[in-house]
C-alpha cells in the first residue's frame, strides 16, 4: 500500500488548480453522475450534520447541497485543495486542515460521512474508516466512491487496464503534473478490490454494507450504516 506523505501532499498542491478541469475531462463529466448516486443513496435527515472526509476541491459537498440543507464540513490534508473547496461551498459550510486518520472532530458528531476518491491515498485505510465510524453518530451512513483494484473475470479486467492507461496519456497532455496521474492509476492497482473494502467496513463495525459498481465497474460505491447503540 502506498504511503501518504509530504510528497504526495505537494503534489495534490501542485494539481490543484487543474484538477477539476482535468477530472472532468478524464471521466468526460461521469464523476458528476457518481457524485449523484453516492447522494442518493444515503437517507437524509432533516437538518442533517455531514462531513465530506478527503474532501479535495469540495465537489462532493456540493453535490450534497445542491439538493439538501444543512452543515456541511470539508476535511482535508492539502491546504490548497481546500481553498478551492471553500469558495465552493461558502456559506453553506467550511473547511479544516486535517488528517483522515485522526479526524478533529467529537465522536458521534455527524450523520452522513463521505469520502470520494480520497481512502486509498491513506497510509492506513483502515484507520480511516476507524476515523470515520467514530465521527458518525449511531445510526448514521457513510458513502465512499473510490476506484478499486478489480476482481472480476478476464473482460473487465482488460477493460480496466485500457482505461487506466488511457487515463495516464490524457493527463500528460493536459496536466500540469502528469507524474501524478501516473501516481493515482497505480495507487488503483494496489487498492483494495471492491470485496476487499467492504470486508474493511465490516471489519470496523459498519453494518447494512452495499457495494456497488458503476459504469462498467470503473467506480464502486459502498454505503455503510454505524449500528444504533
Known amino acids: 500500500m502506498r504511503e501518504k506523505t509530504p510528497d504526495l501532499c505537494e503534489m495534490f498542491g501542485r494539481i490543484a488548480p487543474s484538477y477539476d478541469r482535468v477530472n472532468r475531462l478524464l471521466s468526460m463529466g461521469v464523476d458528476r453522475l457518481w457524485r449523484r ?14 462531513l465530506d472526509v478527503c474532501a479535495g476541491t469540495g465537489d462532493m459537498a456540493l453535490e450534497w447541497r445542491r439538493r439538501h440543507a444543512g452543515e456541511v464540513v470539508l476535511a482535508d ?117 471492491a470485496s476487499e473494502l467492504a470486508d474493511a467496513f465490516a471489519k470496523v463495525g459498519f453494518t447494512r454494507v452495499s457495494v456497488k459498481l458503476l459504469t462498467l465497474g470503473l467506480s464502486t460505491l459502498l454505503t455503510a450504516s454505524k449500528p444504533e447503540v
Open 37 to 50: 448516486r453516492a447522494v442518493r443513496a444515503v437517507k437524509a435527515p432533516a437538518g442533517a450534520r455531514v
Open 77 to 193: 490534508y492539502s491546504l490548497p485543495m481546500l481553498r478551492l473547496a471553500e469558495k465552493k461551498i461558502t456559506p453553506y459550510g467550511h473547511a479544516v486542515l486535517a488528517d483522515a486518520l485522526d479526524l478533529p472532530f467529537s465522536d458521534n458528531s455527524f450523520d452522513i460521512v463521505f469520502c470520494s476518491y480520497g481512502l486509498r491515498n491513506l497510509t492506513d485505510p483502515g484507520k480511516g474508516l476507524r476515523s470515520i465510524y467514530r465521527v458518525l453518530r449511531p445510526g448514521g451512513e457513510a458513502a465512499i466512491l473510490e476506484f478499486t483494484r478489480e476482481d472480476r473475470d478476464f473482460l473487465h479486467k482488460g477493460f480496466r487496464e485500457i482505461m487506466l492507461r488511457t487515463i495516464t496519456r490524457i493527463a500528460r497532455c493536459f496536466s500540469p503534473d502528469p507524474a501524478a496521474y501516473r501516481y493515482l492509476s497505480g495507487s488503483i492497482r494496489e487498492f483494495y478490490s
